[in-house]
């Protein structure tokens, strides 16, 4: 349904229906891709592209420290942040898929890799201070309102050591309109918001690109590598597709 986030009226009933909705998600790949499970691989494979690129770039990140955000029973964790950092750490408010992620990760990939885990919802979360090298935020973002979107940007900030980055990884609408959807109370944004809301967070999007090779009919899906904002710089640069 078209509509914007004036229509999110009730903040708390936004997050309670949120939190109901994945509470019946069976804790599988093809739960949380909302049976989508099949493009998984395509999605690890853009993204392992995407992070490539990131670390050949000058001042590139470090790879010890990663934070998933909205992780799920591990998914990208595991397939994607894991190969990549010394130690990773998960933060999900779905305490089931938590207890999932144990077994999905497997024994060794979690005593070795696995640093902390948070069972908390993102609005109330905070990371710890110049600790991650990368924060990656890939298919939750829209269960945040905007001020909270925003608000948790600039938490993800202070938490990035120097030369980190933060990765936000989102469906885009293909119109200029936030499409809603009740049944999980999510929302789907247009890139022009995304960009604002960005902005506001006062982070820069050094790399912007579009995720190849999904299926038709689906949403659009961007990666974005923002970085906190330079004093002189222009908010948005180097904008490029795959
Ligand atoms: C579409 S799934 C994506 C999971 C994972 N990012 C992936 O790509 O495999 C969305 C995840 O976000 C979690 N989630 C939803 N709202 C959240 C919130 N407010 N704070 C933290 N996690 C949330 C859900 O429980 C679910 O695990």
Known sequence: MPGDLTTVQNEESFYKNGENYWSEVPATVDGMLGGFGHISGTDIQGSKTLLRQIFSSNNSPGRTAA????????????????????????????????KQAQDYLGPHLYSEKIDKIYSTALQYFEPDFEKYDVIWIQW???????????????????????????????????????????????????????????????????????????????????????????????????????
């Open 67 to 98: 934070l998933d955000c909205g992780a799920g029973i591990g998914r990208i964790t595991k397939f994607l942040l894991c190969p990549f950092f010394d130690k990773v750490d998960m933060v999900e408010q779905n305490a089931a898929f938590l």
């Open 140 to 242: 939750v973002l829209g269960h945040l309102t905007d001020d909270d979107f925003v608000i948790f940007l600039k938490k993800c900030r202070n938490g990035l050591k120097r030369n980190g980055v933060i990765v936000v990884k989102e469906n885009i609408t293909s119109s200029d309109q936030v499409d809603v959807d009740e049944k999980d109370s999510s929302v789907t944004r247009p890139l022009s918001l995304l960009k604002l809301l960005f902005i506001k967070a006062n982070l820069e999007c050094s790399r912007l690109q579009k995720q190849i090779h999904f299926p038709k009919g689906l949403y659009n899906v961007y990666m974005f590598v923002l970085k906190p904002k330079s004093a002189d710089g222009n908010p948005i640069r180097n904008i490029t597709k795959e």
